[in-house]
């Protein structure tokens, strides 16, 4: 397996999004019952410095699809599926929606409020994965080369999940510092269409997260998971999830992950060796 450059987002949108719940406790959930228990929150995650996943301020779009990004799942137009981010980065209101707007909780862990996916169709996809979406609501762009309803891949953060599914299929990047395995250390997923998003490592076992960046429910194809010199890790090398081990280049190394199936459990790790 080789390592890769992945192009960079068309916005250079900072910050992060997750699937949660409604109470926003814990961000970054996975895997649920039922499609009405699944909400978008700006995180950041647990071990993550407080503004670390901040979003630009502005209005944003959302929508559900299917993994590839073909099938539209989202039942509302647009114009009911948007939120304000405020100036700290989290989500703020869904007052640009109107009167249509989704239903919001209270994001117990960092402030601000969650926001219900739901109204959306069942995915076609055998694994039961969801795919969500946020980009800013100006950039909606439906002539864009590769744009997916409109929303532009490199301009938006994406994240998966799965309904009433059993198979686990992940990515964990670990980053390993004097023999141990560090939290709070970020690496960006670039998913099979281009668009990306940030995780931290994390020791959260309820959600399959031990001491990892955690990327779960992953759909088939290449994807990309990048990381960089930060505070607390200077890279050393980088070990693919083939045994190959990459040096970086300016500080920075990504690595193409090839997801095969996901129809049975399945992790690809990521081990960054920092100095």
């Known amino acids: 397996m080789t390592a890769a450059v992945a192009a960079p987002p068309l916005l250079q949108l900072s910050g992060a999004i997750f699937t949660s719940d409604a109470s926003g406790v814990p961000v970054n959930l996975n895997h649920y019952a039922d499609k009405r228990d699944v909400y978008l929150n700006g995180g950041p995650g647990i071990n993550a410095p407080a503004d670390a996943a901040g979003l630009p301020p502005g209005v944003y779009a959302f929508q559900v699809t299917s993994p590839s990004g073909k099938v539209l799942l989202s039942d509302d137009p647009v114009e009911c599926r948007r939120v304000t981010i405020g100036d700290n980065g989290l989500f703020k209101d869904v007052l640009p929606s109107g009167a249509c707007g989704h239903v919001t909780g209270i994001d117990g862990e960092h402030g601000g409020i969650t926001v219900q996916l739901y109204p959306y169709e069942d995915t076609p996809n055998p694994g039961g994965v969801y795919k969500a979406?946020?980009?800013?609501?100006?950039?909606?762009?439906?002539?864009?080369?590769?744009?997916?309803?409109?929303?532009?891949?490199?301009?938006?953060?994406?994240?998966?999940?799965?309904?009433?599914?059993?198979?686990?299929?992940?990515?964990?990047?670990?980053?390993?510092?004097?023999?141990?395995?560090?939290?709070?250390?970020?690496?960006?997923?670039?998913?099979?269409?281009?668009?990306?998003n940030v995780k931290y490592s994390e020791y959260a076992p309820s959600r399959l997260a031990f001491h990892e960046a955690h990327v779960e429910a992953v759909e088939e194809g290449i994807h990309e998971i990048t990381i960089a010199n930060q505070d607390g890790c200077t890279i050393g090398s980088v070990q693919t999830p083939g045994g190959t081990f990459v040096k970086p280049l300016k500080g920075r190394v990504s690595v193409s992950v090839n997801v095969r199936s996901i129809a049975s459990d399945k992790t690809y790790f990521v081990d960054v060796y920092c100095t």
């Open 133 to 196: 979406w946020l980009t800013p609501y100006d950039a909606l762009d439906c002539k864009a080369p590769g744009n997916k309803n409109c929303f532009v891949p490199g301009n938006s953060k994406t994240d998966n999940y799965k309904v009433k599914a059993t198979s686990i299929v992940e990515i964990d990047t670990r980053f390993h510092r004097d023999g141990a395995l560090v939290d709070g250390l970020a690496a960006t997923w670039t998913d099979t269409l281009g668009a990306s």
